[in-house]
T-cell receptor, first 110, second 112 residues
Framework: DQQVKQNSPSLSVQEGRISILNCDYTNSMFDYFLWYKKYPAEGPTFLISISSIKDKNEDGRFTVFLNKSAKHLSLHIVPSQPGDSAVYFCAADTGNQFYFGTGTSLTVIP | NAGVMQNPRHLVRRRGQEARLRCSPMKGHSHVYWYRQLPEEGLKFMVYLQKENIIDESGMPKERFSAEFPKEGPSILRIQQVVRGDSAAYFC??????????FGPGTRLTVL
């Protein structure tokens, strides 16, 4: 039962353009959402989060949008840089555990 | 402030042996979480522990798997009588009283 879904396994974007990574969830009890970035052979690194009481959170080049009615969140990276190439996981928090999506592999082309 | 530490980074076991994975949380963190990542899959929650207590083990297989977080020392994930299907990357994360979890580098278990 995949409660958090990332339907795009991969995404390629030109350097300098915007990267948009999407995530859908099914459980309306989730109250906190996070994005993690993962390089091969390393653990996930926390990137940005958003509480369910907000619809947008911005941190430098990274912005997360939350649409509760659609149960959808997205991560925008602008401008995209080659160093952003990694696998991005969205996660939803119930308080006790995180549910992770299956990840989207982002490639930023120089 | 050192991050979450996991050891070993790579572990090879033959079928039937025991695997012990260790996790030292970030300094000041009293919450530890274990996740498993199978090939081509996302991270799956296994267990959530606080010092000397298992809070939520709903993601842990009922047999052969156990976890502890003693008063002193690292958290241990133990897999007894390993099988090939246990081959995966096992990640530990820690947190303080906030919701953000910080992950270790993972232990890659290979069962021959």
């Amino acid at each position: 039962d995949q409660q958090v879904k990332q339907n795009s396994p991969s995404l390629s974007v030109q350097e300098g353009r915007i990267s948009i990574l999407n995530c859908d969830y099914t459980n309306s009890m989730f109250d906190y959402f996070l994005w993690y970035k993962k390089y091969p052979a390393e653990g996930p690194t926390f990137l940005i989060s958003i509480s369910s009481i907000k619809d947008k959170n911005e941190d430098g080049r990274f912005t997360v949008f939350l649409n509760k009615s659609a149960k959808h969140l997205s991560l925008h990276i602008v401008p995209s840089q080659p160093g952003d190439s990694a696998v991005y996981f969205c996660a939803a928090d119930t308080g006790n555990q995180f549910y992770f999506g299956t990840g989207t592999s982002l490639t930023v082309i120089p | 402030n050192a991050g979450v530490m996991q050891n070993p980074r790579h572990l090879v076991r033959r079928r039937g042996q025991e695997a012990r994975l260790r996790c030292s949380p970030m300094k000041g963190h009293s919450h530890v979480y274990w996740y498993r990542q199978l090939p081509e899959e996302g991270l799956k929650f296994m267990v959530y522990l606080q010092k000397e207590n298992i809070i939520d083990e709903s993601g842990m297989p009922k047999e052969r798997f156990s976890a502890e977080f003693p008063k002193e020392g690292p958290s241990i994930l133990r897999i007894q009588q390993v099988v090939r299907g246990d081959s995966a990357a096992y990640f530990c994360a820690s947190s303080d009283f906030t919701d953000t979890q910080y992950f270790g580098p993972g232990t890659r278990l290979t069962v021959l």
